[in-house]
């Protein structure tokens, strides 16, 4: 009953996230419809129904899309674990201003990427030009749509095509999944 249910928007959005207690009870009182099933059976005392994994409200809800607090984990997740200078996964990351702090960069989304030890050192208080250092991407805010910032579990099978992530795609990976392996901070995992 504790399972996570992905809620949708009338228009297949992805709304919110919620217990599937609450997806039942938005079910019963018709207020939502199942689009997808888990394995889980559930039983009471005058029904039994498969486990909802993904359900449709009946009506559009307007919200504010959220965005995504500015996290050291969450920009390593961005940036697929990968230092944006060398291309390099490693687990050990730093967090990099791109235009340094020092210089009157800010410390927001797009000015921060990640950065393996190495090329953090060469490049130091300079702009990456200045160290003749190339971004592989250019850093930018991630949408308040983005699944894999957004919901802190490991994503069901059956919410894929609801949140636009492939099959196979870079993000087929768990969320806050955990980083390549090797010596890193206890701090650098939450």
């Not at 235009?99 to 130091?124: E, F």
């Not at 991407?137 to 919410?159: H, M, T, V």
Request: with cysteine; aromatic share 8%; proline share 8%.
């Amino acid at each position: 009953m504790n399972d996570p249910v992905l809620i949708l928007n009338q228009n297949y959005e992805p709304l919110h996230v919620c217990h599937v207690r609450r997806a039942i009870l938005l079910i019963l009182n018709g207020k939502a419809e199942v689009v997808e099933n888990n394995s889980s059976v559930i039983h009471s005392a005058s029904f039994t129904m498969i486990s909802p994994s993904v359900v449709r409200l009946g009506r559009l809800v307007r919200r504010p899309r959220p965005v995504p607090n500015l996290t050291r984990r969450r920009v390593f997740i961005r940036d697929g674990y990968t230092c944006q200078y060398c291309g390099r996964q490693v687990r050990d990351l730093t967090l990099d201003h791109v235009i340094p702090r020092h210089r009157g960069g800010q410390h927001t989304w797009n000015n921060v990427v990640s950065a393996c030890k190495a090329c953090n050192q060469r490049k130091a208080g300079r702009t990456p030009q200045e160290a003749g250092m190339r971004l592989l991407k250019k850093p930018a805010q991630p949408s308040g749509g983005d699944p894999y910032l957004l919901y802190p579990f490991r994503i069901p099978n059956e919410w894929r095509a609801y949140l636009g992530i492939e099959q196979f795609s870079r993000w087929s990976m768990p969320l806050y999944s955990e980083p390549p392996q090797g010596n890193a901070r206890e701090s650098d995992r939450f």
